[in-house]
């Protein structure tokens, strides 16, 4: 074998390396490379700011929940979202939760609402937090904090709104599309094979039964019933009065104090400024999380961001490829 087909094998061989090793540091990147760096370099797993200055050891944490309450994995604690990360909230308000320098939390909602399930569980971790810590949890509503929005505030010990926040719309949807009339104009018919009679329920290939109907209503009626029994619960408000309030309307903030919905009219500065007061917090630091993954990992994911993120990702089809078209049961504000 002569000296250039040993060159050419020797540069194919690191070629072969270097793809390798490619791949292997996006899969690493993709799976939970953020934590993995900050674990092997003491970094701390979420990363605080600071609002107010003040004791170091008698703080107030402010938690956000900005947009659609939806759970959409763990990818955007990785490179980074604008939108709500559901585990990373839960990961939050646990963490102000054991955190013994804590002494109160806030949680800033600018939401229309989202999931049933995700919904129920930030109101059960809020309960969580208040029995099993003793921390008091108040509530800052922003432009919105409707349906799910409002879920997951009946628990707080003070709910507090601006005058101008959209909140109520009480209640449980869920929709689909029917398509059948426009199917059978274009000459597209669904063939469908099924193990029972109502496997196709909400198929948008076919007109609705009123079995079908039923059994969808008493699905949103147990749902409706586990809403009202959270308001009734958490505001200590007779369940006729919930019922009567909880129609599905909107309501501004100012509406809602004069329903009993939320006990005070202000901002996120107005709920910092009644916790110091109403908890003897008035020399606390007032800080915020801001994400997860501080120190040498969120360092690298951040500079790979650019680098590693596909077209696809950046148009979100990877996301919309992911979702499931099927019909489910929301506490969503929808216009």
């Known amino acids: ?177 029917n398509y059948a009339e426009l199917a059978d104009k274009i000459g597209i018919k669904e063939e469908v094979i099924k193990s029972a009679e109502h496997k196709d329920i909400m198929s948008g290939a076919r007109e609705m039964t009123d079995e079908e109907r039923d059994i969808l209503q008493s699905i949103i009626d147990d749902m409706y019933a586990d809403f009202v029994q959270v308001i009734v619960d958490g505001r200590g408000m007779p369940e006729d009065k919930v019922r009567e309030l909880g129609d599905g309307r909107i309501y501004s903030g100012k509406q809602a104090l004069e329903n009993g919905l939320v006990d005070d009219l202000g901002d996120l500065e107005d709920t910092i400024a009644m916790m110091k007061k109403d908890q003897g917090l008035e020399s606390a630091e007032v800080f915020e999380y801001t994400g997860s993954g501080f120190g040498m990992g969120s360092f690298w994911a951040t500079a790979a961001k650019d680098l590693f993120v596909s077209d696809s990702d950046l148009l979100g089809i990877k996301e919309l490829m992911g979702k499931s078209n099927s019909p489910e049961a929301m506490y969503l504000y929808t216009e």
């Open 1 to 177: 074998m002569n000296a250039k087909r040993w060159i050419a094998i020797g540069i194919a061989a690191f070629l072969l390396a270097v793809s390798v090793g490619f791949q292997t540091l996006i899969a690493v990147i993709n799976s939970n490379f953020t934590e993995a760096i900050d674990s092997a370099t003491g970094g701390s797993y979420l990363r605080e700011e600071i609002i107010e200055d003040g004791d170091m050891m008698n703080r107030i944490a402010v938690l956000k929940v900005e947009g659609t309450i939806q759970d959409t994995g763990k990818e955007a604690s990785l490179l980074g979202s604008d939108t709500y990360n559901h585990t990373a909230f839960l990961d939050q308000l646990e963490q102000a939760g054991i955190d013994d320098t804590v002494g109160g939390i806030i949680i800033e909602v600018n939401s229309p609402g989202g999931g049933v399930v995700e919904s129920a569980e930030i109101h059960d971790k809020v309960v969580e937090v208040q029995e099993e810590y003793g921390k008091p949890v108040y509530v800052s509503m922003g432009n919105m904090a409707a349906s799910g929005g409002y879920y997951l505030s009946a628990s707080a010990n003070k709910i507090v709104a601006h005058p101008a926040t959209i909140t109520g719309s009480i209640g449980v949807i869920m929709s689909t599309l």
